[in-house]
Antibody, heavy 125, light 107 residues
Framework: EEQLVDSGGRLVQPGGSVRLSCVAPGFSINSFWMTWVRQAPGKGLEWVANINEDGSEKSYLDSVKGRFIIYRDKSNNALYLQMNSLRVDDTAVYFC??????????????????WGRGTKVTVSP | AIQMTQFPSSLSASIGDRVTITCRASQGIRNDLGWYQQKPGKAPKLLIYAASSLPSGVPSRFSGSGSGTDFTLTISNLQPEDFATYYCLQDYNYPRTFGQGTRVDIK
């Protein structure tokens, strides 16, 4: 079964750091773009960052640029999100997701088709 | 960043009803739009991509339409398992942006 398992969330003080992990026990994520999405308590979904197959292309939400780093380890079939200089408003459940192309005719569309269950990051004094 | 305005923010409906949710983009995004369903405490699930295409396994009572700036998600013959929150997501450019969500609950 294709599934993603995200982990690493914890309580951290403002200014602290956390590293989130995402692994795929049932398939290789190495052939796919991968994405992180977050959801603050009681709020909607917010895209955070994504990375291409070999790690050479990355995009970030403006509010996390310079503080968060998305990267991957092919040998461990894993995706990571290094979160530094954390702020109270980074408090959220963080989901990793497989970011792939689905086709309508010959045109490719970017979708998030497999998601982890989410890992909770709480930033509080 | 492209703003995605979704409405209504919530609605109440009955089993068997037809429900329509709207998403408006702040600029044209062709048909680069998906819809996701999220139930409490769970990860989102892909429902629609390319504004109107259904992935394998998604029931045909879900349908999507629109292009440019205005999009709709329609659920016909609402079922008990459809009570959830629905989000649109533009994949036209970065940063990817979601609508604020529409919560569908039982009347």
């Amino acid at each position: 079964e294709e599934q993603l398992v995200d982990s690493g969330g914890r309580l951290v003080q403002p200014g602290g750091s956390v590293r989130l992990s995402c692994v795929a026990p049932g398939f290789s994520i190495n052939s796919f773009w991968m994405t992180w999405v977050r959801q603050a308590p009681g709020k909607g979904l917010e895209w955070v960052a994504n990375i291409n197959e070999d790690g050479s292309e990355k995009s970030y939400l403006d509010s996390v640029k310079g503080r968060f780093i998305i990267y991957r380890d092919k040998s461990n079939n894993a995706l990571y999100l290094q979160m530094n200089s954390l702020r109270v408003d980074d408090t959220a459940v963080y989901f990793c997701a497989r970011d792939r192309n689905y086709y309508a005719g010959r045109i490719a569309y970017d979708v998030f088709d497999i998601w982890g269950r989410g890992t909770k990051v709480t930033v509080s004094p | 960043a492209i703003q995605m305005t979704q409405f209504p923010s919530s609605l109440s409906a009955s089993i068997g009803d037809r429900v329509t949710i709207t998403c408006r983009a702040s600029q044209g995004i062709r048909n680069d739009l998906g819809w996701y369903q999220q139930k409490p405490g769970k990860a989102p699930k892909l429902l629609i991509y390319a504004a109107s295409s259904l992935p394998s396994g998604v029931p045909s009572r879900f349908s999507g339409s629109g292009s440019g700036t205005d999009f709709t998600l329609t659920i016909s013959n609402l079922q008990p398992e459809d009570f959830a929150t629905y989000y649109c997501l533009q994949d036209y450019n970065y940063p990817r942006t979601f609508g604020q969500g529409t919560r569908v609950d039982i009347k």
